[in-house]
């Protein structure tokens, strides 16, 4: 089992730019969230899904943020466009239908827009 | 809404030295809990997680956490610290579904834990 894959690791991008984070879920994971992670603001859940359909978005700052899901191993997390605020490190996490399981997180996505 | 307080922003201790990280939720609810570490650079780790029954739960690396309904509690102990320890530590929670896919996990604002060799 590879995990929670989130692409790029790294991403340094000028303001006003578009950004595209990327996750894929662990196999067999039917629930899939994005947090943002900030010094000021500490860990914010920004969307999750359920069976690919977004379930809670309220987390997502403003209409510059959107999320996709379209299919079950594959998500993305779009910033258009991008600014400095928004820099900070973003996580993907999956969870099982049994919840036991526990909630998996990716390895994170260091955004910095200058 | 669920929510999750950390009452310790930062914690340090000696090699050897127990520990104990305080942990408390408010809900109306069943929850799950759980407690996550996060060395630096790097992404979260589950340590437990508490669903039901027994409530002193024991997880990874010597770590174990007791669950305290009457208290909204479920405090992170470590009889002894190790320098590699050296981490912040999340407490989360998620609320209680009986069937169904999984819930947000709501996060605490995280404690720093050093330990001095």
């Given at each position: 089992?590879?995990?929670?894959?989130?692409?790029?690791?790294?991403?340094?991008?000028?303001?006003g730019?578009?950004?595209?984070?990327?996750?894929?879920?662990?196999?067999?994971?039917?629930s899939?969230?994005?947090?943002?992670?900030?010094?000021?603001?500490?860990?914010?859940?920004?969307?999750?899904?359920?069976?690919?359909?977004?379930?809670?978005?309220?987390?997502?700052p403003?209409?510059?943020?959107?999320?996709?899901?379209?299919?079950?191993?594959?998500?993305?997390?779009?910033?258009?466009?991008?600014?400095?605020?928004?820099?900070?490190?973003?996580?993907?996490?999956?969870?099982?239908?049994?919840?036991?399981?526990?909630?998996?997180?990716?390895?994170?996505?260091?955004?910095t827009?200058? | 809404?669920?929510?999750?307080?950390?009452?310790?922003?930062?914690?340090?201790?000696?090699?050897?030295?127990?520990?104990?990280?305080?942990?408390?939720?408010?809900?109306?609810?069943?929850?799950?809990?759980?407690?996550?570490?996060?060395?630096?650079?790097?992404?979260?780790?589950?340590?437990?997680?508490?669903?039901?029954?027994?409530?002193?739960?024991?997880?990874?690396?010597?770590?174990?956490?007791?669950?305290?309904?009457?208290?909204?509690?479920?405090?992170?102990?470590?009889?002894?610290?190790?320098?590699?320890?050296?981490?912040?530590y999340?407490?989360?929670?998620?609320?209680?579904?009986?069937?169904?896919?999984?819930?947000?996990?709501?996060?605490?604002?995280?404690?720093?834990?050093?330990v001095?060799?």
């Open positions: 089992d590879a995990g929670v894959i989130q692409s790029p690791r790294h991403e340094v991008t000028e303001m730019q578009e950004v595209t984070l990327r996750c894929k879920p662990i196999s067999g994971h039917n899939l969230f994005w947090y943002r992670q900030t010094m000021m603001r500490g860990l914010e859940l920004l969307i999750y899904f359920n069976n690919n359909v977004p379930i809670d978005d309220s987390g997502m403003e209409d510059r943020f959107s999320a996709k899901m379209p299919n079950a191993s594959f998500s993305t997390l779009k910033i258009q466009p991008s600014e400095p605020r928004d820099s900070a490190v973003y996580f993907c996490a999956s969870s099982a239908y049994d919840q036991s399981y526990g909630y998996t997180f990716g390895s994170g996505t260091r955004l827009v200058v | 809404a669920q929510s999750v307080s950390q009452h310790n922003h930062h914690v340090i201790l000696s090699e050897a030295a127990s520990l104990e990280l305080g942990c408390n939720y408010s809900y109306g609810g069943t929850v799950n809990l759980f407690w996550y570490v996060q060395y630096p650079g790097q992404h979260l780790q589950l340590l437990l997680k508490y669903f039901s029954g027994d409530p002193l739960v024991k997880g990874i690396k010597g770590f174990e956490a007791e669950f305290i309904k009457s208290k909204f509690s479920f405090n992170l102990r470590k009889p002894s610290v190790q320098w590699s320890d050296t981490a912040e999340f407490c989360a929670v998620s609320p209680w579904i009986s069937s169904g896919s999984a819930r947000q996990l709501t996060f605490g604002s995280g404690t720093q834990l050093t001095l060799p």
